[in-house]
């Protein structure tokens, strides 16, 4: 879309299409479908990080009263697939199974129970008789690939389904390298060379409903999947593939979810329940206890090292990226989140060398998944602390050192062309950059000047600190999403759209897409999303594509449709159909005379060449143009305690167009506390041999209103051409900014550089001691 | 299982309840979770006219199953009255505080229950009352030192807070990693002052131990002594080097110990400032 | 075990076990507003109602302590045809994401108002501070409340 016009509907926050129905709590969630008569599904966890099931014999499971099925690994296809919520073909390893004879973490699947209660179910699974062989964990990820180490994936089956390396021996699902240049001779030139590793720490999404599927037999033998999921396109394959059934015979339903935020782009229930739906022919009810819902999917941990080359006027030279990134039992997601650590960071700065080391590793651990950020989280907390580091060294101002090496609108980078998601990426050049807007906006709003250098005396000192941050919109190449549209008698419309609204707003942000060409208000669009059966296909909700992906599918439609209405109204009005023009709900000939949308709805479906006005459009995208955002955070240090509280939080985000302003902040807002309790609160704790000890929110914090920064999102409009009205994504960026933001505010406040997160007070005293000498 | 839920509207039939073998319940918000129990009956005693708060000449008088929002809610004069909502306040969130009482925050044995750090530094007493209407009346720290036989086939009915006229100067220190997360350490001291010097010094540790305790060999050495910066630092460290500290997984014992003691510290800093002369 | 309560104004007469919680007699009642989002720990808030106007945590109550008083769920409240000032307040605000939690944060707002007509800061993060939200960062939900307050303070003069 060329260039910024009047818009009437795209720009506006209107209120999200099932917001009223939300707050009067009538809108739908999975488990407010109708239950009668429904059992209750069970996945038997495994008390082992690692082991074998010799033998496993259910027959008193079975007897057990009230006890409807039980599956065991004898009694499922053996059918290799991932449970990554990816378009096929899946850079992922085939390396699951929906039920195995082996367990490869604490809370991995050992049978799949439907019982009338969940207490029946939990009983059953006690009376399973098993013969385990117990086997040696691998716990450390450093290890995981050092010879000699346990084996987790020795089943023939796993593969990867596309030509990437796999090295199950050596506990290794993915690896990469990519370079351009050479590193070497660029740091061998350079005034300083920094070589540093940070790391990152298990986490997890925490959506307040966790997943959750309902499902049956319909009355032609196909399985139907009431699901809390991102992705149901997907969903719907993987689960045939894994039953070996066609994909015909299932339909997904998402209804209203109560978040994902990546927990769910993945196909983790929809497979055992549509083997318990199966074998039982019932109905049934399976939701994940919060405690499961902890080791369901994580955020992989990574560290992630540096070296660094810069000029002495700050320039960089080179970057050379070593990633490990710990992908837990199974590999779903594993070379993608490691890929996008370079892929979503490096690009970030100019350099003339460039080079990207990658190795993921298996781990008797939980299963490290999608999570928003998605790798670039991790790596820019590496990227962005070295950068400040750097900045101390050079005696170089911190926020005017990203400004002398960020990318900017017209420029490329040789990451975007090598680096994709297991194969090379796409090149692209920067469309529009906010970049320079968020920095001065963002520094000024904290008081960055004023505050920088300035501790304060007392044992609680105070510190500011900033970070410079790109993601990308949608998969190129990859991604495809279509949006359907059809014209009813009174001129409104109906849009199904595969795509996945998860409390994002992405029903409203289509119906506005299509809204702004039709020439008519948010509310004359009634949008349907993500039914297998009814609505065409989408990727799903991730990636960050679907405003900037299935927006543009939407907007094509539309466009689709508006010429199909003005060819009726040109019957109706006189002269060619160009000259119309679609606004206020009516069709405009250059003289002023008018037709409704409703006369024109009405004379299409019952008077004249009756046709149904519709169309079906995709879209894929050939870029993934980066939104950009500035971070900038004020923090205190209780030296003597080692407590880190954020006082005040601000980041300006580039999102190109903000389709709808109050939902594009309510994204970020979100994913910068998310954020900020990732860096200071959230960690997984785990006993000896690998089970999650505090998986519930007693013990695993994430803040509630209490514990709030001052918080202030600003929004910094752009126009991204490639973009339905000039809009880029915004849903994944600002997670990414807590990590380094407060790290080096942190060391404002104090002088210490934390390498490790969580900032735990512990963390936080120690180094300070270690400071002091 | 739960076998039956008896809501008696008066005392002696609580009491009745519980001669039979039913399980007493306040606020009642730990019922459900943990392991599933053996068939149990319980007695709610929160109608049994145990929920008032009222303020005497001489003590503040906190009915057994008095919410934590009603003790907030209360008007309860004195750093006494400041000083027992400030350990109301610590404990959870909003909806928690509406369910948990006062009672059920002393007899159900946590080490991260706030009430009792609070009111061990208040030197506050425990009414129990038995069957057949036995009363009898403890100091909170043999109470504590009981375990449940302090009020084993009874129920607390009171809990009492002398009021010592102003005379007395507390602080409470309590760290936790988000606000309404459970305590890694809390730190609550009370004293007189008199000639610049502290006097019938109250240290109490809590979330330290299954149960809140009182740092008495630092009482001891802080004992009609001025608190200079010099004494508060010294009393910090014995805390640190000498207090025992009960595993946690959340937090290392060593980090821990060395919190106890800077909140110690602080919390003695505090009093002192507060305490007026005599 | 059988008692009498008040569910949103109407009289009802409830029959459920004696360890049923309030959670639980809801959702049989198809008030599906409540939702479970924690293992009975009390610490999400998704299951939030207000029993005599006071939020609690119904996935930890006790059923029978709601015999003789008043509950108050979310569909109580309003509805899309005529919804309370505190529901437009979070729709109008951008306060409601996936959701979830919308309907607890709204009860606890309304309790919180009830007492607190003129809130300040403090009052509203200790009102709300029993409900977790992970989409909002509860930005825009606190604009809500100051929202809601002023115009119920308005419509109250």
Redesign the interface.
Known sequence: MSEPCDLKVVGRSVPKVDSMGMACGLEQYVGDHDLAGALVGYIVPSPYAHARIRRIDATKARALQGVHCVLTWQDVPRIAHTTAGQGWVEPSPYDTFVLDSKVRFVGDRVALIAAETREIAEEAGRLLDIDWEVLEPVLDDRRAFAPGAPVIHDEPEARMPITAPYLPKENTPAKAHMGDGDVDVELAKSHLVLRQEYSTHYAQHCPIEPHVTLGWMDSRDRIVLVTSTQVPFHARRISAQALGIPVRRIRIVKPRIGGGFGAKQEVLLEPVMAALVLATRRKILMTLTRAEEFVSRTRHPVRTGLDVGFNADGTINAVRMRVLSNTGAYGSHALTVMCNCGSKVLPLYRMNAVEFEARAVYTNLPVGGAYRGYGATQAAFAMESLMDVAAERLGIEPVELRRRNHIREGETSPVFAALGEGKPGVEQRIGSCGLPQCLDIAAKEIGWAEKRGKPGSGPVKRGVGMCALMQGSSIPEIDMAAVSLKMNDDGSFNLTAGATDLGTGSDTVLAQIAAEVLGVGADEIVVASSDTDLTPFDVGAYASSTTYLSGEAARKAALDVAGQIRVVASAMLGGPAEGLSLRDGAVFAPDGRRVTLAEVGLRSLYEVDQHQIASTQSAISHKSPPPFSAHFVEVSVDTETGQVKVLKYVATVDCGTAINPKLAEGQAEGAVLNGVSFALTEEYIFDENGRMRNPNFADYKIFNTTDLPEMRVILVPTWERSGPFGAKSVSEICINGALPAIANAIHDAVGIRLMVAPFTPDRVLKALKEKRG | ?????H?PRALDEALALVARGAVP?AG??G???GK?RRDTA?V?I?RCGLGAVEVAQDRLVFGATATL?RILDADLPGHEGALVKKGAASV?????R??ITIGGNLTHVAFWADMPVVLLALDAQVEVTRPGGAVSVLALSDFLSQGTRAFDGGLVTRVFVPRRAGTRGFGHER?S??????AFATACAALRKENGRAFEVHLVLGALQPRAFRATAVEQMLEGRPLDDALLAEAGRKVSETVPVAPN????A??RR??AG??SRRALAAAFAQAKEA | MRFETRVNGAARQVDCDPGATLFEVLRALGLNGVKQGCDREGMCGACTVLLDGEAVLSCITPAPRAAGREVTTIEGLGDPGRPHVIQKAYVDAGAVQCGYCTPGMILATKSLLDRRPDPTREDIADGLSGNLCRCTGYVKIVDAVNAAAAALREGSK
Request: negative net charge; proline residues 7%; charged residues 15%.
């Open positions: 299982m739960i076998t039956a839920y809501q319940l009642a918000t019922l459900y979770t599933p319980y709610d929160t929002t959870s969130s909003r909806p928690m509406n369910a760290f990693r988000t606000s309404n997360d459970y997984f959340r937090a290392p060593e980090y060395e919190l800077v909140l």
